[in-house]
Each structure stands twice: as structure tokens, then as C-alpha cells.
């Protein structure tokens, strides 16, 4: 009896893990470049070192989890403003962490702090090309070029032509191992970085989208629910078989 309801406790943890998952990427359903988690569920089977190979296994408890971040491109919309930017092809956007390391993103809504640095609409330092963050000059009127490129023009010499500031670290994930945490951020395992890459562009006055598709989201999330709940059915009929169990010794 504690071999079903082990197995079904298990598989009620993945459907919660899973529930997570679908109830996290259908709130960034509207997150500029978010990228959607995937997650999987492996049934581990215990084998027993006392029989043969051949004999069979009553016991696979379910191992779920968010195990990788589906890449895929979303749609691109023209927004008009001047500081969004969507990164062609597949390179990515390099921020600075909360805890100062660099992660990465395809989030471009991008805008000036008051302190002058340059930041996503999650309040992400935009790293350049020097290796710091971007910081935009006092009074400075910015944009971006198609290579990234942040131009400013100064104020006090509104003749002279935009001057280039720094370029938006765009960084190519190709051979490099990429992971994404706990708090959605794409990052190297280990803290490492990933180079730059001189051919990638950007489309400026332009928002990728989320590529979470809303509807099959949903649909999954009503499957995880019904899999939960199946699974605490099973244990339901474990418990009434327990006692009936106990019913019948009891009349011996």
C-alpha cells in the first residue's frame, strides 16, 4: 500500500511543479521577449539488487521539473518608440544581474534611469561592449543604431552630429552552455559570460513579444490539474482499501 501511495505523492509533485511552471509562463504571456519554460517529467524506476533484471518493477515514482527554455523567436511589433529594440536572429541582450553578475534576455524596452543608466523595463542595467553598464551623459538625446550602437547627442552643441556612447553588448549563446534560474534570467551555469557578437543587429523603434502561446499554455494547465487530481484519487481508493483490509482481519 505505501508502494501506490508513494507513487501517486510523486505524481502529485511533478503536477505542482508543473502547475508553477504554466501559472509562471502564462503571467509573462505579455513580458516583452520572454521565453517560455519547459518543463518534463522522468519516471525513475527502483530497481531491486536482490532480483534479476527480468522481473518486473512495481514502483516508478515521477521526477518532474523545469528542465529547459524554449528558444524559439516571438512576433515582432513596431512600437514607434525610439529606445525599443528587437535583437534579430538569436543573439541576446546582456544585463546586469541583481547579484552584479550578467545574464541575458531578449527584453528590449529599453529607457534612461534617472541615474543616467541605461535599463529594460524590468530595471536591468544594459551592459555595452566595454564590459560596465551604459550610462547615458546628463541632458543627452539618445538612439539606437542598427548594430546597437547607443548615439547621443549633446545638448549644448545641438550642431554637431550624434556621437557614439558605447554599443549594446549582444551577446551569441552558439556552443556555450545557457541556463535559466530560479528568477527567469538566462545565465551561464558557473557565472561565466558569453562573447559578443560583432555580426548580430538589432531593429530599433520595434518590441519582441512573449513566445508563450496563450492557449496551449491553458490547455496544459488544465491537464496538470486534472493529472493532480487523478492522483490524489488514487490515493483516496489506497486509503478505502487500507481500511477494508482492516475490515476483513478484524472479523477472523
Known amino acids: 500500500m505505501d508502494r501506490l501511495i508513494y507513487i501517486a505523492l ?84 546582456a544585463f546586469q544581474g541583481p547579484d552584479g553578475g550578467e545574464v541575458y534576455s531578449r527584453r528590449g524596452d529599453l529607457r534612461v534611469a534617472p541615474s543616467g543608466v541605461l535599463e529594460n523595463g524590468e530595471g536591468l542595467p544594459v551592459m555595452g561592449e566595454t564590459g560596465v553598464p551604459i550610462t547615458v551623459p546628463a541632458g543627452f538625446a539618445i538612439n539606437i543604431a ?15 552630429p550624434a556621437a557614439p556612447i558605447d554599443r549594446i553588448k549582444l551577446a551569441s549563446a552558439e556552443g556555450s552552455p545557457l541556463a535559466k534560474g530560479i528568477d527567469s534570467f538566462l545565465k551561464v551555469p558557473g557565472g561565466g559570460v558569453l562573447p559578443n557578437d560583432p555580426t548580430a543587429t538589432v531593429t530599433p523603434g520595434a518590441l519582441e513579444q512573449s513566445n508563450v502561446n496563450t492557449s496551449a499554455t491553458l490547455v496544459e494547465m488544465i491537464e496538470a490539474q486534472r493529472a493532480f487530481e487523478m492522483r490524489a484519487r488514487i490515493i483516496q481508493t489506497a486509503g478505502e482499501l487500507d481500511e477494508s483490509s482492516s475490515s476483513l482481519l478484524s472479523l477472523r
Do not use: C, H
Open 146 to 160: 542598427q548594430d546597437g550602437t547607443v548615439l547621443g547627442r549633446d545638448p549644448a552643441a545641438p550642431d554637431l
Open 10 to 93: 510523486t505524481g502529485m509533485d511533478a503536477a505542482m511543479n508543473r502547475q508553477r511552471m504554466t501559472a509562471n509562463n502564462l503571467a509573462n504571456a505579455n513580458t516583452p521577449g520572454f521565453r517560455q519554460e519547459v518543463f518534463s517529467v522522468t519516471p525513475s524506476t527502483i530497481k531491486d539488487p536482490a532480483t534479476d533484471m527480468r522481473s518486473l518493477e512495481a514502483r516508478a515514482p515521477a521526477r518532474g521539473w523545469v528542465r529547459n527554455t524554449d528558444m524559439s523567436t516571438g512576433s515582432v511589433n513596431p512600437t514607434g518608440q525610439p529606445l525599443d529594440i528587437a535583437v534579430k536572429g538569436e543573439a541576446l541582450i
